[in-house]
């Protein structure tokens, strides 16, 4: 039951943030239906992809990173696409809500968070609704946009590649 409320309570962190930013006038994404929760590697689906009853009393949990995944429903990475056992890329959550949801990838283990207030470590400017890295023994890194913290992980990976960040270059 614990597990159960833990996800209910990250889920409704992501349908506050969602109202704030679109103030209800826009639908509630479904996560797309290539996230961890439908993954055959979350340890509560048991190797059943796209599973229509997983062991609601685990946390999902990932066998091939060895992370857990607390917001499941909005956690990728490349190996749902390819049900390969070797981890291939980073993992990604949904970034801030602009015009629609992208994919973010995390800082190593380290998952995005969302923040409501803050000052962008990129340009300065004053956040509202941003994106933070919590950092260790200093304050969190914060961005008021998906490209400004893809721009500074890309500084701090850079030799990694974010192919499902694709769009958020573009934009």
Known sequence: ????????HISGRVQAHHTHICGGSCA??????DNCGTCGFNRRNRGIWRN??????????????????????W???????????????PIYSS??????????PWHGLIAPEF???GVCSEC???????????????AP???CCNLHYLQWWKRQHPHDEAPMSAEIWEH
């Open 141 to 143: 890194i914060t961005f």
């Open 75 to 89: 956690t990728y990475c490349q190996n749902w696409h390819t049900r390969t056992r070797e981890p291939i890329g």
């Open 28 to 33: 509630m994404p479904n996560g797309g239906p």
């Open 95 to 104: 970034g801030i809500y602009e015009g629609s949801y992208r994919r973010i």
């Open 52 to 73: 229509p009853a997983p062991d609601e009393t685990q946390t999902s949990f990932c066998e091939i990173r060895g992370v857990a995944m607390l917001a499941d429903h």
């Open 115 to 117: 923040v409501q207030i």
């Open 124 to 138: 300065a400017a004053s956040i509202d609704d941003g994106i933070s890295i919590p950092a260790v023994e200093s």
């Open 1 to 8: 039951m614990e597990n159960v409320s833990l996800r209910n």
